[in-house]
């Protein structure tokens, strides 16, 4: 099972202050369209040759739509290249919008 974070969470991590890097692997498209303030593009087809980007120290949260692509990036990143600092955002960006800010629009 991967580990995931749920949208309240995150928040409240985010709202502590906490040094997270948010990764989005999303399209420019869908990320263009909304996104949640301070997270970073690497869409999921980009992950292999991008994940150099993707710090191995402190926490490091994963979103995407609905939370499938960005278990796949956390899959790779984790068994693939060894990351254990790796969180699922549960529910992904559409999770955030509808439990947390619902000015992030809905898709």
């Known amino acids: 099972m991967l580990p ?7 928040h409240a991590r985010l709202a502590a202050g906490e040094d997270i890097q948010l990764v989005d ?3 420019e498209m869908e990320f263009d369209y909304c996104r ?6 690497i869409p999921l087809g980009e992950i292999p040759r991008r994940a150099a980007e993707i710090r ?6 994963l979103i995407c739509h609905h939370g499938v692509r ?6 790779y990143l984790q ?3 060894g990351h254990q600092n790796l969180l699922n955002l549960k529910g992904g960006i559409d999770a955030w919008s509808r439990e947390v800010d619902p000015s ?3 898709y």
């Open 36 to 41: 949640i303030a301070g997270s970073m593009l």
């Open 4 to 10: 995931d974070l749920t949208p309240a969470a995150l």
């Open 25 to 27: 692997v999303r399209e």
């Open 79 to 81: 068994h693939r290249l």
């Open 70 to 75: 960005s278990a796949q990036a956390l899959g």
């Open 56 to 61: 191995t120290e402190g926490p490091v949260v």
């Open 104 to 106: 992030v629009a809905l």
